[in-house]
């Protein structure tokens, strides 16, 4: 069974950093895709993220890239997500997800925001606030 648990979410001021955690799973980490995505009250769902485990490329949303940063550990089946310079408009429920092959990972794949990404695990809460 496919699971995926993120973690790392709370309360950070204005400027600050997070750093977000998605641990997987039940699958061949290396055969997935793992994406980072938010939904803010009110708002649809937005990509900010993703990455191909099998080479570490990764893709960006425009709204995000300079501010966060994806990495992941193999062998540890984790992913993190490093938010930077936080802003209130970041405060969201911020959700992994995964798909494969490890290749759908793309720009379109994370405009999109997560129709291709078919495996998702419960949300953690950021909350930018002073």
């Known amino acids: 069974e496919v699971q995926l648990q993120a973690s790392g979410g709370g309360l950070v001021q204005p400027g600050g950093s997070l750093r977000l955690s998605c641990e997987a799973s039940g699958f061949t980490f290396d055969d997935h895709a793992i994406g980072w995505f938010r939904q803010a009250p009110g708002k649809e769902r937005e990509g900010l993220s993703c990455i191909n485990n099998a080479d570490g490329n990764t893709a960006y949303a425009d709204s995000v890239k300079g501010r966060f940063t994806i990495t992941s550990d193999n062998a540890k089946n984790t992913v993190w997500l490093q938010l930077t310079n936080l802003e209130p408009a970041d405060t969201a429920v911020y959700y992994c997800?995964?798909?494969?092959?490890?290749?759908?990972?793309?720009?379109?794949?994370?405009?999109?925001?997560?129709?291709?990404?078919?495996?998702w695990g419960r949300g953690t809460l950021v909350t930018v606030s002073s």
């Open positions: 997800a995964s798909t494969r092959p490890s290749y759908y990972c793309s720009e379109y794949a994370v405009i999109n925001g997560g129709s291709l990404f078919g495996w």
